[in-house]
């Protein structure tokens, strides 16, 4: 049997360009580094790579989570991989790869082959394509919606081979009451002076529709007509293949005439000193998300989150801040709910829950686990 210090795990996606799931295996990554473990990952590159290997894990780029059969010409070379490099953990976070990675697993000798593990990151269309998410020797949830997901709409799944591991912020990162130090503040407000000073709402996310952004331009629009001034911080960037969508949002300003009233900041790295100078932050994708990030991340600093209440996202605003919890599409409740936050001064109390080092704690035991049981 192989010591603990001596496992290899090898995480595999599509690429490492940015994201929730980009970022969780960059920290898995490192976290296994830090306990002397081997850390590989595979995935098409990106902007994170670098982040990546200078923790210590390594990468292989290859365009495993491109969807085309022609994909399909890495099952063989990861089978020869898998071998070659002695994985002992196989963890699959995205449709495309897990077929791949399965498709070269299960012909391998299951007294040899890796474990074999996935994430359920998202509420995915329901089919025999998504079904391979739950395929996993270990099965694992980011939050009790998503396995509640998986349950419903996959009943053959074992819920005893389901863990619920939900996603984690390093409360170093981002610490209750943090504010930015004058430099950052000084550039801030010198690329947006007109946010000095002033009421700001952020809703962050790549601009795609499901993320909410018109129904945030129409609640900017109704405060300005009851006469509340306040500025709408759109934080992400333009999504590639949705460029129309980026000129609807524009042109909705436009006609809802609030245009010197909304900031399209793009996507920044900054995030946390963008939250940290927010009176709000909002989270109101309009289809249920398996958890919310954001809204861990910005009531870890204590900055109120107002969003939807469903998916991941109303699982913990019900847990750490149910002020903020509105019905989907409730253009007069949320409305209603941002006045009675703002005018109450309603704060976030401390909380324990959504660590970091509890995710990785978590993920580390599955991964040990099932590398030293007994294969039979």
């Known amino acids: 049997m192989k010591t ?37 990952v595979i995935s098409g590159g990106g902007r994170l790579v670098k982040e990546l290997c200078s923790d210590g894990g390594e990468h292989v780029q ?33 449709r495309v790869p897990a077929w791949i990675a399965f498709l070269a697993w299960r012909k391998m000798d299951p007294a ?34 998503a396995k509640q997901y998986i349950l419903e709409n996959y009943p053959d799944v074992p819920e005893a081979r389901i863990s619920v591991i939900h996603r984690g912020v390093d409360r170093d990162d981002f610490p209750l009451g943090y504010r930015p130090d004058g430099t950052w503040l000084e550039n801030w407000y010198g690329e947006y002076p007109q946010l000095r000073n002033k009421v700001v709402f952020t809703l962050a ?49 436009e006609s809802l005439e609030i245009t010197d009233q909304v ?10 000193e963008i939250y940290s100078v927010s009176d709000l932050v909002f989270s109101l994708s309009t289809k249920p998300e398996s958890f919310g990030r954001t809204v861990v991340e910005a009531l870890s600093l204590g900055v109120p989150v107002i969003g939807y209440d469903h998916g991941g996202v109303g699982e913990i605003l019900e847990q750490l801040f149910p002020q903020g919890r509105v019905a989907l599409g409730d253009a007069r409740e949320l409305c209603e709910r941002v006045e009675s936050v703002l005018s109450n001064k309603l704060a976030v109390e401390p909380f324990d829950g959504f660590t970091l080092q509890a995710m990785l704690e978590h993920t580390l035991a599955v991964y040990e686990k099932l590398a030293v049981e007994n294969r039979s």
């Open 4 to 40: 603990k210090s001596h496992f290899t795990v090898l995480q595999i996606l599509p690429s490492l360009e940015g994201g929730g799931v980009e970022r969780g295996t960059l920290e898995v990554s490192a976290e296994l580094v830090k306990r002397g473990w081997r850390s590989i």
């Open 62 to 94: 290859w365009g495993i989570g491109e969807k085309s059969l022609v994909t399909f010409r890495y099952v063989k070379l990861l089978r020869e991989f898998l071998i070659r490099e002695k994985v002992d953990i196989l963890h699959v976070r995205s």
């Open 112 to 145: 040899t082959r890796p474990r074999f593990v996935t994430t359920v990151h998202g509420l995915y269309s329901v089919s025999k394509y998504s079904r391979i998410m739950t395929r996993g020797e270990r099965v694992i949830a980011v939050s009790e919606t």
């Open 263 to 272: 900031v399209f900041a793009g996507h920044r790295s900054d995030i946390r």
């Open 205 to 253: 996310g790549r601009l795609t529709r499901l993320k909410g952004h018109l129904d945030f331009l129409d609640l900017v629009a109704v405060l300005k007509s009851r006469g509340v001034e306040v500025y709408g911080l759109l934080v992400g960037g333009e999504d590639p293949r949705r460029k129309a969508y980026a000129r609807e949002l524009r042109a909705k300003c």
